[in-house]
């Protein structure tokens, strides 16, 4: 994958390349739902997996904390910003795996009412 950047600035920006995203470095669940939706989804392996493991995180940040030191510990949260030309399904992958958490959020808003 290259990417062109357009220079908006001064500073000498030179295209660069990426390695292939480390599919085989997910759990196994995970890794298996990222590896159906790139059979569904025509998106970059980096996209898909993000959208996955971001979805993870918001299924389970409630569930679970890290203590990244002691006395210092917070939820499993996770932060992701997908940057992608239009067209690149970022949408499109977002629904396969958010698709639940939309479900309880539109349950919850009308139980609400």
């Known amino acids: 994958m290259t990417f062109e950047i357009q ?3 001064n ?3 030179q295209p660069f390349s990426l390695p292939p995203f480390p599919i085989d470095a997910l759990p196994p669940t995970i890794r298996a739902a990222v590896e159906e939706a790139m059979l569904a989804v025509e998106a ?3 996209l898909i997996a993000s ?3 971001a979805a993870a995180s918001l299924a389970t940040q409630t569930e679970f904390n890290v203590e990244r030191d002691v006395g210092l510990d917070g939820p499993i949260s996770l932060y992701f910003i997908t940057i992608a030309e239009s067209g690149e399904r970022k949408s499109a992958v977002d ?3 958010f698709k639940a ?3 309880f959020e539109n349950a919850q808003e009308m139980e609400a009412e």
């Open 7 to 9: 220079q908006h600035s």
């Open 11 to 13: 500073y000498d920006i």
């Open 44 to 46: 970059p392996a980096a």
């Open 51 to 53: 959208s996955a493991l």
């Open 95 to 97: 629904r396969l795996f």
């Open 101 to 103: 958490a939309r479900e």
